[in-house]
Nanobody, 126 residues
Framework: EVQLVESGGGLVQAGGSLRLSCAAS????????IGWFRQAPGKEREGVSY????????YYANSVKGRFSMSSDNAKNTVYLQMNSLKPEDTAVYYC???????????????????WGQGTQVTVSS
């Protein structure tokens, strides 16, 4: 059974940094795309970043490019999202998700990965 548990959210001032962690179990990163998504109140879920299975290439949404960095520690089955230069508009619940299909790029764009964590709140004050 695929399980994903996020941690590391919190309250931070604009310009600050946070690092989110996602502890994964029940699968290997070689066969799954791992992504970070976020959803702000009243808004649709948005894909933030993902790591491709196998080659480990990363993709970032334009809204976070240059500020956020996603990485993985395969030995710990954990992925991270380092968030720097945070802005109030980054405030949202952040979710870690995994997808085993070859269609993960399209599913990322639609916020439709197969397995999800419970989410962690990130609040950026101005």
């Amino acid at each position: 059974e695929v399980q994903l548990v996020e941690s590391g959210g919190g309250l931070v001032q604009a310009g600050g940094s946070l690092r989110l962690s996602c502890a994964a179990s029940g699968f290997t990163f070689d066969n799954y795309a791992i992504g970070w998504f976020r959803q702000a109140p009243g808004k649709e879920r948005e894909g933030v970043s993902y790591i491709s299975p196998g080659d480990g290439n990363t993709y970032y949404a334009n809204s976070v490019k240059g500020r956020f960095s996603m990485s993985s520690d395969n030995a710990k089955n954990t992925v991270y999202l380092q968030m720097n230069s945070l802005k109030p508009e980054d405030t949202a619940v952040y979710y870690c998700a995994a997808d085993s299909t070859s269609d993960y790029v399209r599913r990322f764009r639609h916020g439709d990965f197969g397995s999800w964590g419970q989410g962690t709140q990130v609040t950026v004050s101005s």
